[in-house]
Protein backbone atom coordinates (compact mmCIF):
# COMPACT_ATOMS: atom_id res chain seq x y z
CA UNK A 1 0.00 0.00 0.00
CA UNK A 2 1.94 3.05 -1.48
CA UNK A 3 -0.58 5.91 -1.27
CA UNK A 4 -1.50 8.43 0.73
CA UNK A 5 -4.80 7.94 2.55
CA UNK A 6 -7.19 10.24 4.40
CA UNK A 7 -10.50 9.66 6.09
CA UNK A 8 -13.41 11.38 7.19
CA UNK A 9 -16.21 10.47 9.80
CA UNK A 10 -15.07 9.01 12.75
CA UNK A 11 -18.03 7.95 14.23
CA UNK A 12 -19.00 4.08 15.39
CA UNK A 13 -17.91 2.54 12.53
CA UNK A 14 -15.39 5.13 10.74
CA UNK A 15 -12.96 5.28 13.99
CA UNK A 16 -12.45 1.57 13.82
CA UNK A 17 -11.43 1.38 10.05
CA UNK A 18 -9.22 4.14 10.52
CA UNK A 19 -7.69 2.40 13.12
CA UNK A 20 -6.90 -0.68 11.36
CA UNK A 21 -5.61 1.40 8.39
CA UNK A 22 -3.29 2.47 10.50
CA UNK A 23 -2.31 -0.92 12.08
CA UNK A 24 -2.11 -2.18 7.87
CA UNK A 25 0.64 0.83 7.82
CA UNK A 26 -1.52 3.24 5.81
CA UNK A 27 0.25 7.02 6.57
CA UNK A 28 -3.22 8.28 7.26
CA UNK A 29 -4.76 11.31 7.49
CA UNK A 30 -7.90 12.26 9.27
CA UNK A 31 -10.57 14.64 9.88
CA UNK A 32 -13.91 15.05 11.79
CA UNK A 33 -16.31 17.72 12.54
CA UNK A 34 -15.72 16.48 16.15
CA UNK A 35 -12.32 17.39 16.72
CA UNK A 36 -11.51 15.86 19.82
CA UNK A 37 -12.62 12.31 17.91
CA UNK A 38 -9.63 12.79 16.10
CA UNK A 39 -7.47 12.93 19.52
CA UNK A 40 -6.86 8.96 19.58
CA UNK A 41 -6.05 8.28 15.75
CA UNK A 42 -3.41 11.03 16.23
CA UNK A 43 -1.52 9.26 19.22
CA UNK A 44 -1.61 6.39 17.36
CA UNK A 45 0.30 8.33 14.47
CA UNK A 46 -2.20 9.67 12.16
CA UNK A 47 -2.21 13.30 11.00
CA UNK A 48 -5.14 15.90 11.98
CA UNK A 49 -6.53 18.26 8.91
CA UNK A 50 -8.19 21.09 9.74
CA UNK A 51 -10.47 20.86 7.11
CA UNK A 52 -12.13 17.72 4.13
CA UNK A 53 -9.88 20.73 1.74
CA UNK A 54 -6.54 20.53 3.30
CA UNK A 55 -7.23 16.41 3.89
CA UNK A 56 -7.77 15.80 0.15
CA UNK A 57 -4.19 17.76 -0.62
CA UNK A 58 -2.53 15.52 1.25
CA UNK A 59 -4.90 12.29 0.01
CA UNK A 60 -4.72 9.85 -2.78
CA UNK A 61 -6.98 7.36 -1.84
CA UNK A 62 -9.59 9.24 0.53
CA UNK A 63 -12.51 7.30 2.65
CA UNK A 64 -15.58 8.27 3.59
CA UNK A 65 -17.88 7.09 6.53
CA UNK A 66 -20.57 9.62 7.64
CA UNK A 67 -24.40 9.42 8.21
CA UNK A 68 -26.40 10.69 4.96
CA UNK A 69 -26.75 11.92 1.42
CA UNK A 70 -26.31 15.40 2.77
CA UNK A 71 -23.61 14.55 5.02
CA UNK A 72 -21.86 13.67 1.44
CA UNK A 73 -22.79 16.63 -0.25
CA UNK A 74 -21.42 18.52 2.16
CA UNK A 75 -17.96 16.97 2.98
CA UNK A 76 -17.13 16.30 -0.94
CA UNK A 77 -18.77 19.84 -2.52
CA UNK A 78 -18.65 22.25 0.40
CA UNK A 79 -16.80 25.98 0.46
CA UNK A 80 -14.10 23.83 2.41
CA UNK A 81 -15.03 20.33 0.95
CA UNK A 82 -13.06 17.11 -0.68
CA UNK A 83 -13.25 18.64 -3.87
CA UNK A 84 -11.60 22.23 -3.30
CA UNK A 85 -8.54 20.00 -2.90
CA UNK A 86 -8.16 17.00 -3.90
CA UNK A 87 -5.86 16.19 -6.87
CA UNK A 88 -6.68 14.69 -10.06
CA UNK A 89 -6.27 10.95 -10.26
CA UNK A 90 -7.54 10.88 -6.44
CA UNK A 91 -10.07 7.79 -5.57
CA UNK A 92 -13.10 8.39 -3.10
CA UNK A 93 -14.17 5.64 -1.31
CA UNK A 94 -17.91 6.40 0.11
CA UNK A 95 -18.27 4.02 3.04
CA UNK A 96 -21.70 5.59 3.83
CA UNK A 97 -25.16 4.32 2.67
CA UNK A 98 -26.59 7.08 0.96
CA UNK A 99 -29.16 7.04 -1.83
CA UNK A 100 -27.81 5.13 -4.88
CA UNK A 101 -28.97 8.10 -7.40
CA UNK A 102 -27.11 10.86 -5.47
CA UNK A 103 -24.03 8.48 -5.90
CA UNK A 104 -24.20 8.36 -9.29
CA UNK A 105 -25.02 12.37 -9.37
CA UNK A 106 -21.62 13.04 -7.26
CA UNK A 107 -19.54 10.02 -8.74
CA UNK A 108 -20.08 11.96 -12.25
CA UNK A 109 -19.41 15.54 -10.30
CA UNK A 110 -15.93 14.04 -9.09
CA UNK A 111 -15.09 12.56 -12.64
CA UNK A 112 -15.12 15.88 -14.04
CA UNK A 113 -12.35 16.85 -11.81
CA UNK A 114 -10.65 13.94 -12.70
CA UNK A 115 -11.50 12.15 -9.73
CA UNK A 116 -12.78 8.19 -9.58
CA UNK A 117 -14.94 7.22 -6.74
CA UNK A 118 -16.45 4.28 -5.39
CA UNK A 119 -19.90 3.47 -3.32
CA UNK A 120 -18.59 0.76 -0.88
CA UNK A 121 -20.81 0.65 2.23
CA UNK A 122 -20.22 -1.08 5.12
CA UNK A 123 -21.90 -3.81 7.36
CA UNK A 124 -21.19 -5.94 10.44
CA UNK A 125 -21.70 -2.96 12.97
CA UNK A 126 -19.19 -1.47 15.19
CA UNK A 127 -17.47 -4.84 16.44
CA UNK A 128 -16.84 -5.65 12.87
CA UNK A 129 -15.27 -1.94 12.03
CA UNK A 130 -13.10 -2.66 15.33
CA UNK A 131 -11.84 -5.80 14.23
CA UNK A 132 -11.11 -5.44 10.54
CA UNK A 133 -13.95 -8.06 9.55
CA UNK A 134 -16.73 -5.73 7.98
CA UNK A 135 -18.88 -6.98 4.73
CA UNK A 136 -18.12 -4.34 2.09
CA UNK A 137 -20.17 -4.32 -1.12
CA UNK A 138 -18.38 -2.00 -3.76
CA UNK A 139 -20.06 -0.11 -6.97
CA UNK A 140 -17.83 1.62 -9.36
CA UNK A 141 -15.61 0.40 -12.43
CA UNK A 142 -13.75 -2.57 -11.82
CA UNK A 143 -9.96 -0.85 -12.47
CA UNK A 144 -10.55 1.22 -9.52
CA UNK A 145 -12.08 -1.52 -7.55
CA UNK A 146 -8.87 -2.99 -7.85
CA UNK A 147 -6.60 0.11 -6.62
CA UNK A 148 -8.89 0.42 -3.50
CA UNK A 149 -8.45 -3.51 -2.88
CA UNK A 150 -5.63 -3.24 -0.38
CA UNK A 151 -7.08 -0.41 1.64
CA UNK A 152 -10.24 -2.15 1.45
CA UNK A 153 -9.09 -5.38 3.30
CA UNK A 154 -7.49 -3.70 5.58
CA UNK A 155 -11.19 -2.81 7.19
CA UNK A 156 -13.45 -5.54 5.52
CA UNK A 157 -13.30 -9.38 5.03
CA UNK A 158 -15.83 -9.74 2.83
CA UNK A 159 -14.96 -7.45 -0.40
CA UNK A 160 -17.15 -7.52 -3.46
CA UNK A 161 -17.56 -5.78 -6.70
CA UNK A 162 -21.10 -5.83 -7.47
CA UNK A 163 -21.34 -3.36 -10.45
CA UNK A 164 -21.42 0.15 -11.65
CA UNK A 165 -21.46 3.39 -9.74
CA UNK A 166 -24.45 3.11 -6.83
CA UNK A 167 -24.41 -0.50 -7.10
CA UNK A 168 -23.07 -0.91 -3.73
CA UNK A 169 -25.62 1.46 -2.36
CA UNK A 170 -28.43 -0.30 -3.53
CA UNK A 171 -26.57 -3.85 -2.29
CA UNK A 172 -26.59 -2.53 0.55
CA UNK A 173 -29.90 -1.76 0.79
CA UNK A 174 -30.64 -5.11 -0.06
CA UNK A 175 -28.80 -6.08 3.13
CA UNK A 176 -30.42 -3.42 5.60
CA UNK A 177 -34.24 -4.81 4.18
CA UNK A 178 -32.73 -8.43 5.87
CA UNK A 179 -31.04 -7.06 8.53
CA UNK A 180 -34.38 -5.41 9.58
CA UNK A 181 -36.51 -8.32 9.06
CA UNK A 182 -34.73 -10.79 10.47
CA UNK A 183 -34.58 -8.33 13.93
CA UNK A 184 -38.12 -8.55 13.72
CA UNK A 185 -38.29 -12.09 13.42
CA UNK A 186 -35.89 -12.51 16.43
CA UNK A 187 -38.07 -10.08 18.44
CA UNK A 188 -41.11 -12.15 17.94
CA UNK A 189 -39.64 -14.83 19.35
CA UNK A 190 -37.69 -13.56 21.92
CA UNK A 191 -41.46 -12.73 23.05
CA UNK A 192 -42.72 -16.12 22.47
CA UNK A 193 -40.07 -17.37 24.38
CA UNK A 194 -40.20 -15.26 27.82
CA UNK A 195 -44.21 -16.02 27.54
CA UNK A 196 -43.56 -19.93 27.30
CA UNK A 197 -41.67 -19.60 30.57
CA UNK A 198 -38.22 -20.69 29.04
CA UNK A 199 -34.75 -19.54 29.83
CA UNK A 200 -34.40 -17.23 27.01
CA UNK A 201 -30.52 -17.60 27.25
CA UNK A 202 -30.77 -20.99 26.55
CA UNK A 203 -33.26 -20.78 23.94
CA UNK A 204 -31.08 -18.89 21.84
CA UNK A 205 -27.99 -20.53 22.14
CA UNK A 206 -30.00 -23.72 21.47
CA UNK A 207 -31.15 -22.43 17.90
CA UNK A 208 -28.56 -20.10 16.81
CA UNK A 209 -26.14 -22.87 15.58
CA UNK A 210 -29.11 -24.64 13.17
CA UNK A 211 -31.30 -23.16 10.24
CA UNK A 212 -32.63 -20.32 12.45
CA UNK A 213 -29.19 -18.96 13.09
CA UNK A 214 -27.89 -15.44 12.12
CA UNK A 215 -25.33 -12.74 12.60
CA UNK A 216 -28.08 -10.78 13.78
CA UNK A 217 -30.04 -13.51 16.48
CA UNK A 218 -26.55 -14.44 17.91
CA UNK A 219 -25.02 -10.69 18.07
CA UNK A 220 -27.97 -8.60 19.01
CA UNK A 221 -30.56 -10.80 19.86
CA UNK A 222 -28.27 -11.71 22.36
CA UNK A 223 -28.15 -8.13 23.43
CA UNK A 224 -31.12 -7.32 23.23
CA UNK A 225 -32.07 -10.70 25.96
CA UNK A 226 -29.55 -9.28 28.43
CA UNK A 227 -31.38 -5.49 27.67
CA UNK A 228 -28.14 -3.90 26.87
CA UNK A 229 -29.53 -1.44 24.21
CA UNK A 230 -25.57 -0.11 23.64
CA UNK A 231 -25.65 0.42 19.72
CA UNK A 232 -23.57 -1.34 16.74
CA UNK A 233 -25.77 1.02 14.68
CA UNK A 234 -28.35 3.01 16.32
CA UNK A 235 -32.43 3.46 15.05
CA UNK A 236 -31.95 6.86 13.91
CA UNK A 237 -29.56 5.59 11.42
CA UNK A 238 -31.56 2.26 10.64
CA UNK A 239 -34.47 4.30 10.48
CA UNK A 240 -32.32 6.62 7.71
CA UNK A 241 -31.70 3.75 5.65
CA UNK A 242 -35.29 2.22 5.63
CA UNK A 243 -36.45 5.84 4.27
CA UNK A 244 -33.87 5.23 1.41
CA UNK A 245 -35.26 1.65 1.05
CA UNK A 246 -38.64 2.63 0.81
CA UNK A 247 -38.32 5.46 -1.28
CA UNK A 248 -36.19 3.13 -3.89
CA UNK A 249 -38.89 0.71 -3.71
CA UNK A 250 -41.84 3.42 -4.35
CA UNK A 251 -39.60 3.92 -7.70
CA UNK A 252 -39.63 0.25 -8.76
CA UNK A 253 -42.84 -0.08 -7.50
CA UNK A 254 -42.33 -2.99 -5.30
CA UNK A 255 -43.95 -3.74 -2.10
CA UNK A 256 -42.06 -4.33 1.10
CA UNK A 257 -44.46 -5.08 3.57
CA UNK A 258 -42.33 -6.50 6.38
CA UNK A 259 -39.69 -3.66 5.92
CA UNK A 260 -42.50 -0.72 5.84
CA UNK A 261 -43.90 -2.51 9.38
CA UNK A 262 -39.92 -2.24 10.92
CA UNK A 263 -39.83 1.33 9.96
CA UNK A 264 -43.44 2.22 11.62
CA UNK A 265 -42.03 0.31 14.56
CA UNK A 266 -38.79 2.08 14.93
CA UNK A 267 -40.85 5.04 14.77
CA UNK A 268 -42.68 4.45 17.94
CA UNK A 269 -39.55 4.10 19.48
CA UNK A 270 -37.93 7.10 17.89
CA UNK A 271 -40.79 9.13 19.42
CA UNK A 272 -40.03 7.45 22.58
CA UNK A 273 -36.78 9.49 22.47
CA UNK A 274 -34.69 5.99 21.89
CA UNK A 275 -33.22 7.05 18.24
CA UNK A 276 -30.09 6.61 20.11
CA UNK A 277 -30.50 3.07 20.93
CA UNK A 278 -29.25 0.09 19.19
CA UNK A 279 -31.29 -0.78 15.94
CA UNK A 280 -31.92 -4.21 18.42
CA UNK A 281 -34.11 -2.44 20.75
CA UNK A 282 -36.66 -3.05 18.40
CA UNK A 283 -37.78 -5.54 20.84
CA UNK A 284 -39.00 -2.79 22.84
CA UNK A 285 -41.95 -1.97 20.09
CA UNK A 286 -43.10 -5.71 20.54
CA UNK A 287 -42.95 -5.50 24.50
CA UNK A 288 -45.01 -2.57 24.37
CA UNK A 289 -47.42 -4.30 22.21
CA UNK A 290 -47.61 -7.97 23.96
CA UNK A 291 -47.47 -6.19 27.34
CA UNK A 292 -44.37 -8.70 28.02
CA UNK A 293 -41.02 -7.55 29.08
CA UNK A 294 -38.03 -9.92 27.59
CA UNK A 295 -35.92 -10.63 30.75
CA UNK A 296 -38.22 -8.88 33.17
CA UNK A 297 -37.74 -11.32 36.03
CA UNK A 298 -34.32 -9.77 35.94
CA UNK A 299 -34.23 -6.61 34.75
CA UNK A 300 -36.76 -3.27 35.37
CA UNK A 301 -35.72 -1.45 32.30
CA UNK A 302 -39.26 0.07 30.72
Known amino acids: MNESVGFVGLGIMGRGMARNLLRAGCALTVWNRTASRMDPLVAASAVAASSCA ?9 FLCVS ?6 QVLFSDEGVATGVQPGALVIDCSTIS ?3 TRDMSDRLAALGVEMLDAPISGGSEG ?17 ERALPYLRAVGQTVTHVGGHGAGQS ?4 NQILVVGTMLAVSEALIFAEAGGLDVAKALAAVEQGA ?12 AAKRDWRPGFTIDLQQ ?3 RLVLEA ?3 FGVPLPSTHLCFQLYRTLQARNLGHEGNHALLKALEHLSGITVGSRASSDP
Do not use: Y
Open 212 to 223: AGSWMLSNRGTQ
Open 249 to 251: ADQ
Open 68 to 73: DTLDVE
Open 171 to 174: VKLV
Open 100 to 102: PAA
Open 240 to 242: KDL
Open 54 to 62: ELATKSTVI
Open 129 to 145: AARGTLSIMVGGKASQF
